[in-house]
């Protein structure tokens, strides 16, 4: 056990639809992060929050939209997705933002685009 | 080409054999990471290293600063073991980081 959830752990959706992916930690973390993972690709950090604020995007198209209401949960709102955006997503906490703090991974969603 | 290089890609070892999994980086970094990641998609943090070496259980874990070297040592695999291994290299916080495509290993009993 993580400590980091993800929910759903699998979904399909069609290019049209709307959908959301949910992270959750209770270990009093501060930052969040958001990472994608294709296959044969190295992993991609897409969003990071710190104390509820994104501190990065990384030109992640504007069909991804992540939300942070509060320091243990995050989402990941998605719209208009390409089939290409088919893809393990990762949310990860820390306890800061330091590169000296160990993450913790959630088990990941993975998605298909049809 | 990736700044951060992993091999091997695919390793195959025998149970109880020592294994070794290296990565080069080409970007100055002030932090390294190894992690572990199983079927299915969960990842573990291992190690962070920016200087010297770390061991936990069977695991080493040896960064060279001068080379911009690291690698990752198992001993006594054990089919438990079997996963992919990332490393991913860190300048200025978890904003900047670039990570390896990953070495598979499979410890055959």
């Known amino acids: 056990e993580t400590g980091v959830t993800q929910t759903p752990r699998h979904l399909v959706m069609g290019m049209t639809n709307k959908k959301s992916l949910k992270c959750e930690q209770h270990?009093?973390?501060?930052?969040m992060y958001w990472y994608k993972q294709s296959a044969k690709k190295p992993l991609e950090l897409m969003f990071v929050y710190s104390l509820e604020e994104r501190v990065e995007n990384n030109s992640v198209p504007s069909r991804f939209s992540p939300e942070c209401p509060n320091s243990s949960h995050l989402f990941l709102h998605l719209h208009t997705l390409q089939p290409e955006d088919s893809a393990l997503y990762l949310c990860?906490?820390?306890?800061?933002?330091?590169?000296?703090?160990?993450?913790?991974f959630g088990p990941g969603t993975r998605l298909t685009v049809l | 080409k990736n700044e951060v290089e992993q091999s091997p890609q695919n390793l195959t070892a025998q149970e109880g054999e020592f294994i070794t999994i290296n990565c080069s980086y080409s970007?100055?970094?002030?932090?390294l990471h190894w992690l572990q990641q199983h079927p299915g998609g969960g990842i573990v943090s291992l190690f962070m290293?920016?200087?010297g070496k770390k061991k936990h259980g069977r695991l080493i874990a040896t960064i060279n600063i001068q080379e911009k070297h690291s690698s990752l040592h198992i001993t006594a695999s054990h089919p438990r073991d079997s996963a992919v291994y990332i490393c991913s290299g860190h300048s200025g916080g978890y904003q900047k980081v670039t990570f390896g495509i990953g070495t598979k290993l499979q410890v055959i009993p």
């Open positions: 290293l920016s200087s």
């Open positions: 270990l009093g973390h501060n930052a």
């Open positions: 970007v100055g970094i002030s932090a």
């Open positions: 990860a906490s820390s306890p800061g933002q330091a590169e000296r703090d160990t993450q913790y």
